[in-house]
């Protein structure tokens, strides 16, 4: 494997955001395909950092590091998605709405589906973080999404992606597609609280909110 790769997971594990940066850079230098990159180093260190943090090995400090690494090196992979594919039809799929659930601030995985989606046709907006229920039906309704994606990173806020389907349900909403994804969730977890589907990753997140859109 390229050392460099070795050496990136070994910074983020770390929280080494100025050799992160360094390190994300030449490896864009050398002509590596970002998404495979991010796969092979970022969700590798990634599981490493939630490991450790789990054990108590790693606290709080510790993990924000890490994550400010992890950022760093995600962000730059994904300028180079960005600019790689930019303007193959932009917004033409459809209109999506991604945030991550109330209560929840990760949002490293949820930029990347976001780029992804981008890059592969569709408009989406950002309604960001620690999003409360009702806000993702106000949101929805300014952009006219055909999609609203809700990332959730625990198992305690998976729960409010069950509110969001709720409410709209309770609000005799069906206008809109409902997604969900996130590190604790499921297919299984997806059927039951009724979601329109579910991806395990980016790439599959794309091919979902396609499936999705044409109602298949
Ligand atoms: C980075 C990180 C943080 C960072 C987040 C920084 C940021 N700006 O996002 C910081 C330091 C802020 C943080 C804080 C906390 N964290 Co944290 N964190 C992580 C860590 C290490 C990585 C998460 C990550 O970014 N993954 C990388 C991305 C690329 O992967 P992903 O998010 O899973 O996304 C992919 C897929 O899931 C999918 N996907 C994601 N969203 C969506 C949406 C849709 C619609 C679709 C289709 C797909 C999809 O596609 C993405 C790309 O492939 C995880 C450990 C882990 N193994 O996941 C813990 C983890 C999630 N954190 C955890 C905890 C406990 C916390 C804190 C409560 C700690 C504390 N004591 O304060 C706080 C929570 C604060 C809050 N209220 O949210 C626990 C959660 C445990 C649980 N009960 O479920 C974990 C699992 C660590 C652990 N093993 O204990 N954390």
Redesign the pocket.
């Known amino acids: 494997m390229n050392n460099k790769i070795e050496n990136l997971k070994q910074a983020i594990i770390d929280g080494d955001q100025d050799s992160a940066r360094l390190i994300s850079e030449e490896l864009l230098g050398e002509g590596l395909d970002p998404l495979m990159t991010?796969e092979e180093c970022?969700?590798p260190a990634?599981?490493v950092?939630?490991?450790r943090?789990?054990k108590g090995e790693y606290f709080?400090t510790e993990?924000?590091l890490?994550?400010e690494a992890?950022?760093i090196a995600?962000a730059i992979f994904m300028s180079k998605i960005d600019k790689g594919k930019n303007g193959q039809g932009l917004g033409r799929k459809g209109t999506i709405l991604?945030g991550?659930v109330k209560?929840?601030?990760?949002?490293?995985?949820?930029n990347?589906?976001a780029t992804m989606l981008r890059v592969n046709g569709f408009d989406v907006h950002d309604a960001g973080?620690?999003v409360p229920s009702a806000e993702f039906l106000k949101q929805a309704k300014a952009v006219n999404a055909d999609i609203i994606?809700?990332?959730?990173?625990?198992?305690?806020?998976m729960q409010n992606q069950r509110e969001v389907i709720t409410y709209l349900k309770e609000n005799n909403i069906e206008t809109y597609q409902v997604?969900?994804?996130?590190?604790?969730?499921s297919q299984d977890w997806a059927d039951k609280i009724e979601a329109d589907?579910?991806?395990?990753?980016?790439?599959?997140?794309v091919s979902?909110a396609e499936k999705v859109i044409k109602k298949e």
Not at 103 to 110: A, P
Not at 197 to 205: I, L, M, R, V
């Open positions: 991010i970022v969700y990634v599981s950092v939630g490991e943090f789990e709080l993990l924000m890490s994550a992890m950022k995600v991604l991550t209560g929840d601030v990760h949002e490293i995985g949820k990347l589906v973080k620690d994606g809700l990332s959730a990173l625990m198992t305690n806020t997604i969900v994804g996130g590190a604790p969730t589907g579910w991806a395990p990753d980016a790439p599959s997140a979902l």
